[in-house]
């Protein structure tokens, strides 16, 4: 190697150190700036429940004001929609699967990405025994805020407001990372497991799942195109990003590249089941940032739509008593 090599190499390590600890010093400051402004939010109820807290990292609020794109944004009516209609079907088999693969230690620290209604995080906190941490972060808000509901008083839980991609967190903190469903929707997937192996301790376990293709997963398939179908001109594209990410090489080598080994995947079939084609749909439009995508062009569309996506159900799983097959893909992963 010449010496110009070893020169570049020197200069990019310093930059990315110099990067590192600024961005910690700005945090640390930002952090104590923001505090005061935070607890008077608190105190005027505008921030939430106390047990809610909000970002106090630049660089997230700068990113959640400007560049939260439609796709991600699960705010309004839809979390409630999401977690009445869409939590039974959809992701409570799942949650109850990827519960039961979390190693139960007493002791140990688990956080959770992207929780949405709690519908994991109900589960893992009955599975898991009561002095484990259980930090669970979401990028909205509005979503942990309608998981409060479903824990008791003494069930502790932290609820946080947070970008997988970029956690408010010191490095090594964690027995293991959760996230269902969730990662199909981070931008930059490479730079969510670099986050997630910084937080992980030595020996951690990163443990997530994906839908697999649409093909596979035919409510979203049918809702996707019933969809589609009431826009001749740019269509919307919300079904595409949960149904995204699925190529398990592709998986496998972004975790590699952040520094994780013993990676695994499994293919997962489950029978989601409903009792009303109508209560699916319901979910499958209003449930889903989908919904305000087609409020913006023509808000009178909801309910036709609705309607089309009960009447395309129907004729495929029936009227009643849905059985509908699901596909996702398991993965987990040691640092
Ligand atoms: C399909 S929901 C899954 C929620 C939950 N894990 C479950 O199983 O019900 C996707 C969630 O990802 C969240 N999300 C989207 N982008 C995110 C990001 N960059 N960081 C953290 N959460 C994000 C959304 O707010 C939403 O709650």
């Given at each position: 190697?010449?010496?110009d ?36 939010l ?89 002095k ?26 932290r ?20 996230c ?8 930059d ?46 269509p ?100």
């Amino acid at each position: 190697m010449r010496h110009d090599d070893y020169a570049n190499i020197i200069a990019h390590i310093n930059t990315k150190v110099g990067m590192c600890v600024a961005a910690r010093v700005s945090r640390a400051f930002f952090a104590i700036l923001l505090k005061p402004t935070r607890l008077a939010l608190q105190k005027m109820g505008l921030c939430a429940e106390q047990r809610f807290q909000i970002s106090i990292r630049p660089l997230a609020l700068v990113r959640q004001c400007s560049c939260v794109k439609e796709r991600t944004k699960f705010s309004g009516s839809i979390p409630a929609a999401y977690d009445r209609y869409l939590g039974p079907i959809l992701f409570q088999p799942y949650a109850e699967d990827l519960a039961a693969r979390v190693p139960v230690k007493k002791t140990s620290s688990v956080l959770e990405l992207a929780c949405g209604t709690g519908i994991l995080t109900r589960v893992l906190r009955t599975y898991l025994p009561s002095k484990v941490k259980l930090i669970a972060t979401d990028l909205n808000e509005p979503m942990f805020r309608q998981a409060a509901a479903k824990f008791g008083k003494g069930e502790k839980v932290r609820w946080l407001e947070a970008d997988a991609s970029d956690l408010p967190f010191d490095d090594r903190k964690f027995d293991a990372v959760v996230c269902q469903f969730g990662i199909m929707f981070v931008a930059d997937k490479a730079l969510a497991a670099r986050e997630a192996y910084r937080v992980l301790k030595r020996n951690g376990l990163l443990l997530f799942s994906v839908w697999d293709g649409m093909k596979h997963n035919k409510l979203g398939e049918l809702a996707h195109r019933t969809i589609a179908s009431y826009f001749k001109k740019d269509p919307p594209t919300f079904y595409q990003v949960p149904f995204s990410y699925h190529n398990r090489t592709e998986i496998r080598r972004v975790l590699k590249q952040a520094g994780f080994r013993e990676i695994k995947t499994e293919v997962i079939a489950k029978i989601g089941q409903a009792k009303r084609a109508e209560d699916v749909a319901k979910g499958l439009v209003e449930g889903n940032p989908v919904a305000a995508t087609i409020a913006k062009r023509d808000p009178s569309l909801l309910p036709v739509i609705t309607d089309a996506v009960t009447a395309a159900i129907t004729r495929r799983f029936g009227k009643q008593n849905i059985h509908a097959p699901m596909r996702a893909i398991v993965v987990r992963a040691r640092i």
